[in-house]
């Protein structure tokens, strides 16, 4: 016990490493399984929730483009050119991630996506969100707080609110609750 509260002193004092930084969530969601996993793997899913325009393959390695402004150029849309990794069906989806374009030095790298799916009752599913594979330096730094508070503020409340008012209406520029007290940020303990 004395040992890791020495241990997340150091981490406080020098700053954790890439490695070690991971954003997660966790929290139920009133709708079963399959429901959910449908709105993760297919394009009439995806926009209903996570943005307005999206090109998904359901299968490792297809392809998982998310498109935050679909009438934008290649390469500038949002999350062109992503891939599926894993794809377990109503299970877990895993998928690579970028930068957004305000962050060009690492806008060609790539970061995982992991959505983890249970049954948590009738009608009910626990989702476990994890984005993990940071670098080091501040670009990483700026792209990792931007995430911290793009999946917090905006992504998996809409997948909440999606679930509860229904699909988003994106002309409208709906802005759902953030998710408070649900994203660890930082070091998640192993």
């Not at 992503?82 to 930068?99: D, G, K, S, V």
Request: aromatic share 12%; with cysteine.
């Amino acid at each position: 016990m004395r040992a890791a509260c020495v241990l997340a002193a150091i981490f406080t004092v020098t700053g954790a490493a890439a490695s070690d930084r991971i954003l997660r969530a966790e929290f139920e969601l009133p709708a079963p399984v399959s429901e959910v996993w449908k709105v993760w793997t297919t394009e009439a899913g995806v926009t209903s929730f996570f943005a307005p325009g999206a090109h998904i393959e359901p299968r490792v390695d297809g392809a998982y483009e998310i498109f935050f402004n679909p009438k934008a150029e290649p390469g500038m849309r949002g999350a062109d050119g992503m891939r599926i990794l894993a794809f377990e069906p109503e299970r877990r989806l895993a998928f690579t991630w970028n930068a957004p374009p305000s962050i060009p030095a690492i806008r060609g790298q790539r970061t995982m996506v992991v959505v983890e799916l249970q049954p948590a009752g009738e009608g009910r599913t626990r989702l476990r969100f994890t984005h993990l594979g940071w670098g080091e330096g501040t670009d990483w730094d700026a792209a990792y707080a931007y995430f911290d508070k793009a999946w917090s503020t905006f992504v998996l409340p809409h997948l909440k609110q999606r679930f509860v008012k229904g699909p988003v209406d994106w002309a409208k520029g709906e802005s759902p609750e953030p998710l408070a007290g649900t994203m660890r940020v930082g070091l998640v303990p192993r």
